[in-house]
């Protein structure tokens, strides 16, 4: 078998009437797609990976992509993926790699939720006209107030409370790193969740100097590689989050080729330029829940208990429990990111076949938290796969506090979510450190883009709630009652404890 | 739409049922007639010291064999009786309803700083979870609800209420929406001390009942002004916040308005609200909360249901309606309309 001998994924096609052989698809392509070859544009369709680049930029809309040009025979099972992956590893011998969330034709949960709206019975309430809250306190809230009148009368709080993040809004960007995304990436979003009163994560790849103007907005991560950590950086952040595991790959770790650690990335990663950055499957001092608790305690120690933390795992099949355990380990809010969640490179088979849905996820932690009434201890936020302010709002209706994106903010920057990551040639400048690929970023253009994310969907959720008779985002929290199941099964609507519609 | 009234007199004068029965009858376009209840404080001198169970039983077999043999087992049943009713020409009875006067064994219950309440609330809870037929809908000391599908003058006179004498009452005229008028749905809903009459809807009663299902009690009346009995045993018996603070819990100040207090008055709200998210109450409401010490009526943070505060004497009035106010005492002192979210709290002279 020869390459080649595995039909094309992508027909491209210029329509030469309409070409001006500018050649901005040549420049723009960096997987070598097109060509001059003396008057006209040669094209190499099994270059092209779909990435859009060529179609956004070309000024006569002459270029045309066709998905899947040759059909394989139709068969039920043996799609064309699962053939073509078979081909591939006959030829190699070595794991399928995949970028981006789970790409399994699976229904969506969220999709089969429905919210809910006032009418006659009760008003719904104008966003224009009245407040709307959706300021979000992310950390440890106690169970109860002592409040003990003094002799004049007046009241005294005698509850300390712990240290919390404050939010604008309930949604935050993920830990995406410095080395698997680029600087300028990184700066767009940083300067996004200042503006808009709410934070993102570093990733496991340290904090760029550049990156210090935004610190108050950034959430340092301790992942199991333990790259980019030392006291300076633990200082710097809002919260510092312990990443356990990944909803795209539960159970393993990560790998950054050598070929993305520049000089930049190797500073502030700490590691040699060129060498692998491998975070391993495990912390290998954390075998237990009792080690979480020592790395939890130690983190707050290093930091005077000022700060927030964080404990990322990937929603699995036993994650109530799982989080039941961070809870009492004083973590101050467990992250949960679901089997949709991207990544930069993952095995196909984790991406597509490890982990539970976030829908589910979120349900059943919460439900565990409040049979062991120690839902306060410890606030949820949701991950992977979150699309659009109504995903955002079923989510917390379900009992998540806040969310955290990552795909939705790459998008905003231009991805086209091609799932080419792995390659580290994204002719978008996000997830590449070729510095003629991240010149394509700029940061003054795209941190007004993602901000603006953030806004249009601040103003969807505030109209949802609104809608529903909801002036303030606590009463939508854990509200499944104002949450209908269509087309979801008995044993679903049980776990998401969730009436059907018409019920 | 429902309406609702309630009366203090702070030097417990007593007050019998007659005048408020007019007060919620005149209020009768804010009802449907599938609903109406009375709450009374002080109705039981004789029986003040024990807990008046008052309960609905479907019949007087099964569920209420069951009741007696729990309630056995957990105290003392010094009287029982059903309760004296007067047949009415719109009322259908489709409950017997009941009453026990009864002491818990506080020794059952060793390690709880308040066994005789926990006990009860627990009794309540299990009544009405586990024996079919049989629906606790007044558990207090010296306290009885009176409620019925009807008219509220039919349920008045049903329960011939202008023979009790009570220094607190509250009332409430039911137009239900959420569930089917039964009667266990009909307000006043009572929790020991606790009796609350509430106009509205909670749109956040999802949050609230998972919140308060978490320590404990169970919600099986259909029917969102339960949540707000059980979220004032909590916060006010439990965890001991004072009226005004349980109301700001319920019915906080808006951040921006937390933000500009001064700097202790910001820490105590934040930390009301940090703590008590999940106890917020949203959507359009009127209520008024009663215990034996006094009342609180408060409405939801931008008042979208009506209610009127007024005094006269030593007696404070809250209503959905002024009219219905001075069809109990033309001559009032002051009459005024409480802010949003602002409690209007009348208490019992010590």
Redesign the interface.
Known sequence: MSLGSIPMKFKVRIDTDECMLCERCIENCPYGTYRLEGEKIHIDSRRCVACHRCVAMCPRDAITIEEKPIDYRRHPLWSREAREAIYNQARTGKIVLAGMGNAQDLPSIFDRLLLDACQVTNPSIDPLREPMELRTYIGKKPRRLDIQRKENGDVELKTTLAPNLRLDTPIMIGHMSYGAISLNAQLSMARAVADQGTFMGTGEGGLHPALRQYQESMIVQVASGRFGVDIDYLERGAAIEIKIGQGAKPGIGGHLPGEKVGPDVSQTRMIPERSDAISPAPHHDIYSIEDLKQLVHSLKEATEWKKPIFVKIAAVHNVAAIASGIARSSADAVVIDGFRGGTGAAPRVFRDHVGIPIEAAIAAVDQKLRSQGIRNEISIIASGGIRDAADVTKAIALGADAIYIGTAALIAMGCRVCGTCYRGQCPWGIATQMPGLTNRLNPDVEWQHVANLFKGWTLEISELMGAAGINSIESLRGNRDRLRAYLLDEAMMNVLDVKPVGA | MCGIISVIDRSRSGMDGSSIKKALSLMDERGSGEGAGYAAYGVYPDYADYYALHIFFDNLVEPKVAVDEILRKWGHIEDQEEIPTVEQPDLRRTHIPWRYFFKPDISLMPGSRTPDEDIVMKLVMQINTTIPGAIVFSSGKNIGVFKASGWPEAVADFYQIDKYEGYIWLAHNRYP??TSGWWGGAHPFNLLDWSVVHN??I?????N???I???GYRCTMFTDTEVVAYLCDLLGR?????ED?MVRAFAPP???EIDSMPE?QQ??S?????????A?????FAIVVATAEGIVGFTD??K?RPLIAAESGDRLYISSEEAAIRRMEPNLDRVWMPKAGEPVIGRVRI
């Open positions: 929406t959420n509205g809807e749109t956040s009663y999802g949050t009942r998972r919140y299902e978490s320590y439990k965890h001991r916040l004072p603070l808006f951040w921006d202790d820490k105590l934040q930390a009301i609200r940090l703590t008590y998210g999940s917020l109450m949203n959507g359009p943070r931008i979208l």
